[in-house]
């Protein structure tokens, strides 16, 4: 694991992630803004008890105090609440110098991966083209970063607040695999059914792992693993519509538009995406644990 020493560093690693073999990263951007006050705590709790159960150290990023930090204690992970700033790759400094609590993104998460070296990271659904698109022309910065990154990314898919399809597209142009874990087609976030096509299939954690090793052999930066939620969650996209309306009409733009709408699904569909999300962040950690230790 690389990590600067020195009290002058910006990126801090902790003792225990610098000396894991097998490491997980985690983001904080979920734990903040994508549960309410106190369940993304919980989850972002259990994601780590998922990663050490499977025998890997997990890695949770994000900035606190003046620093980028590298596996964070309970205490530490407490302040990623919902006064903390969403921070996507562009944020990171702005958050470090002006010392602000910065919960990263996947695409923030994966920046920090990248300085560091950590090859595996689990979230909720990969941030994508929204839809619409080119009004607003919003693509989540999790996609670039993604391509410029060798590390494996283990989500529900994409979610499909999104525009899966155009996701896709954009994952293929920058040469990202999409690799459905043990499925034919796209997990949709909280829904296995209904997605696009995969790629290409994987049988095992130990097949996934292969794969990413030729990949980066071959000089490619990140990869998708898309693993199915168990308890799929169907026939929301009425409500997913719903949300999305809500939000152009009140005019949420930009970094705000993911959390509101995540939000609005949790409290108008009796709790049940609340409950899918939290299972299928707390399992995407698992197998990419399982991912980690099969390199
Ligand atoms: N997965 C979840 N909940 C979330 C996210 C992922 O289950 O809140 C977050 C991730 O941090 C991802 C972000 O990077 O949503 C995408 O935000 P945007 O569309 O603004 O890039
Ligand atoms: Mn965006």
Redesign the pocket.
Known sequence: MRGEAGSDAVIVVSDEVREAGAVVAL?T??VA??FPAGDGLAVGLEAERRVRAAGAVPATVGVLGGKIRVGLSEDELARFDANAR?A?PRDLAACVVQGAVGA??????LAVCRAVGIRFMG??????V?RGFPAPP?V???LGELARTKALVV??GI?SL?DVPATLEVLETLGVPVLGFRTDTVPL?YSAHGGPPVPARVESASETARLARAHWELGGGGLLLARPPDDSLDGIEPLIEEALAAASREDVT??A???FV?TYLHEHSGGRTLQA?RD??VANAGLAAEVALSQ
């Open positions: 983001e951007t979920l803004h994508g969403k996507g990263t993104t996947v695409g923030g998460t979230t909720g659904g990969l941030g994508g929204h919003d989540s910065a999790d989500s529900a979610k999104l976030f930009g970094q538009v993911t959390p995540l999300n299928l962040v």
